[in-house]
């Protein structure tokens, strides 16, 4: 759905630009929207190479979790990558579901999701 490719400086400066991948097709989507009235999600990290993967999913009428979106994302040491990723995630899946957000966004002990969630 997304991608911000990752530049090591910009325009001369130290400052680095992550890189972002967010997956959402078409279901997801409307699985979002769907499951996103009255329901909560939850979001859960997991780190391979240095390339943390997210993602989203809310509970079916069953109670199975229905993955709502994925993103991947860079985490050079010392800088806010994931949380940039997060908060540009949430904007864009957000805009994608107009006026609809879930009651609330259950997630682990981590700081980059709570700041980017309180700032979205």
Known sequence: MHVQPYVQEI???????PFVMIIQDKCMLEMCIQLSY????????TNWFG??????????NIGLGIPLWY?????????NHEQI????TLRIIFK???????NAIV???SWKEYNAITNV
Do not use: H, V
Request: hydrophobic letters at 40%.
């Open 11 to 17: 325009k001369g400066s130290l400052a680095k630009q």
């Open 38 to 45: 009255n329901n909560a999600w939850a979001t859960f990290k």
């Open 51 to 60: 390339l943390p993967l997210y993602a989203a999913a809310a509970p079916n």
């Open 71 to 79: 993103i991947l994302c860079s985490s050079d040491s010392g800088s």
């Open 85 to 88: 990723a997060l908060e540009m």
């Open 96 to 102: 994608r579901m107009e006026s609809l957000r879930p």
């Open 107 to 109: 997630k682990d002990k």
